[in-house]
């Protein structure tokens, strides 16, 4: 069944208001050299990976100018697409495609929003030019094509404002996350190195620490240290809610768990590999991948199977489980956990590595008080974590509603 436009759009293919730009960079200018990406648009591309990640030579790279729209060539159906804001003009890569837009027929904002739900849906993939195992490129020709709805200017700029409201409070979310974790780092480092109140350090193979700490090996403050199912755990996998459910490292998040993508395990293999169920207050250290990142196991994952992952078992009378792991996501720990990665292309933080790592110790009473200040801080990130999560819904809400005109909102003059 055909689908019926809006009352008041009309269908445009982008070529009827879009027209290819291929200025190369023939002056000697000094022009920031900018990179495209998926959640942030354009950046530029010095500060954003840290480092020069482009040529030299720039000479055939293309210019592009305030107001001017720029996508990656074999990366927009990611969403790699912007409209150039925070520079007068850029170069991009010769890989890019640049190209601009009658401003009489299109509003910025709302185009860019549309064409970006379109690439995330595949909505262009049809498009694409490349063989299977290569990355298929999407040329402007090809692109100026497709047949999009467009609504009158003013209705454009009403969805492109509430569109605008939501991302602002995304990105003020994020700043805050970012902001509280720095928080939370910086305490990281602190208390668990000078603790709370200390006037009086000594000196240690770790640095200073308050005279009244001990430090012990993490060997000596576990009654356990070892590792999950490694050979060949997909042997006890069974369909999902219909086993035991398993830790692996995607489960193990920085002090707290992934209640995702879990796999199970059988009965029987659950109870073949008993050395690797977990008890309450169980310490999870991820083996690979994000080597080191430790949470606690919490009442409600009791009796559960982990695999590939690293379990301590503390002695609760010498380290408090939230203590040992949130040492091992300090500054501190995350030394030691690099130091026993080495020199290896695949990073693997082992059994040995964690037993012999050292662990200053304070009175469990200040143990207790310094946990309590990292999880104020921790539960002010999942708060702001659940917040973004139910404004980035709130926001492919109103873009499937408000740009395919299936709700309409009362349009304002221009």
């Known amino acids: 069944m055909a689908y019926e436009a809006p009352i008041g759009w009309r269908e ?8 290819p730009v291929s200025t190369k960079n023939n002056s000697s200018t000094d022009i920031p050299v900018l990179s ?16 020069r990640v482009y040529s030299t030579n720039t000479s055939k790279y293309k210019v592009v100018r305030k107001g001017q729209f720029a996508y990656a060539t074999i990366h927009l159906d990611e969403g790699s697409i912007d409209y150039l804001r925070d520079f007068d003009e850029g170069l991009v890569s010769p890989m890019y495609t640049v190209f601009e837009v009658n401003e009489d027929i299109v509003f910025r904002p709302f185009l860019h929003s549309l064409l970006k739900r379109k690439a995330l849906l595949g909505h262009f993939n ?39 409201s939501v991302d602002e409070a995304i990105v003020t979310t994020k700043a805050v996350i970012y902001q509280t974790k720095q ?22 193979e770790l640095g200073k620490v308050p005279e009244s700490w001990e430090l012990k090996k993490a060997d000596d403050l576990c009654i356990t240290i070892s590792v999950g199912i490694v050979i060949k755990p997909a ?44 008890k309450v207050g169980d310490v999870l250290v991820v083996r690979s991948g994000y080597t080191g990142t430790s949470c606690v196991v919490p009442p409600e994952y009791n009796g559960t199977n982990c695999i590939d992952i690293i379990f ?31 020199g290896l292309a695949q990073k693997h933080f082992n059994v040995t590595e964690l037993k012999k ?39 492919t809400g109103l873009m499937s509603d408000l740009l395919t005109g299936c709700k309409r909102l009362e349009a304002l003059d221009a």
């Open 312 to 342: 301590a078992r503390p002695k609760q009378n010498l380290v408090i489980s939230e203590f040992l792991s949130a040492y091992i996501n300090s500054p501190e720990g995350r030394k030691q956990v690099l130091k026993s990665e080495g």
């Open 357 to 395: 790592m050292l662990v200053p110790i304070p009175p469990q009473a200040e143990q207790i008080g310094i946990i309590r200040h990292l999880e104020d801080a921790q539960t002010a990130i999942r708060l702001n974590e659940a917040k973004l999560n139910q404004l980035q819904a709130i926001k």
């Open 126 to 164: 049809t498009l694409a030019n490349g063989g299977v195992n290569r990355r298929k490129s999407i040329s402007f020709k090809n692109l100026s094509d497709a047949k999009i709805l467009i609504p009158p200017i003013p209705e454009q700029k009403k969805i492109a404002e509430v569109l605008s």
């Open 183 to 204: 928080v939370k780092k910086g305490l990281l480092q602190t208390l668990l190195t000078k603790g709370i109140g200390h006037t009086k350090f000594k000196q240690t």
């Open 12 to 19: 445009m293919s982008i070529g009827d208001f879009a027209k």
């Open 235 to 278: 042997q006890y996998y069974v369909e999902a809610g219909r086993g035991i459910k398993a830790f692996r490292s995607a489960n193990v998040r920085e002090g707290y768990i992934e209640d995702d993508k879990w796999v199970y395990l059988s009965k029987e293999g659950h109870e073949k590999n008993k050395k690797s169920q977990l």
């Open 36 to 51: 495209m990406t998926k959640y942030d648009g354009f950046v530029c591309s010095e500060e954003y990976f840290s480092k």
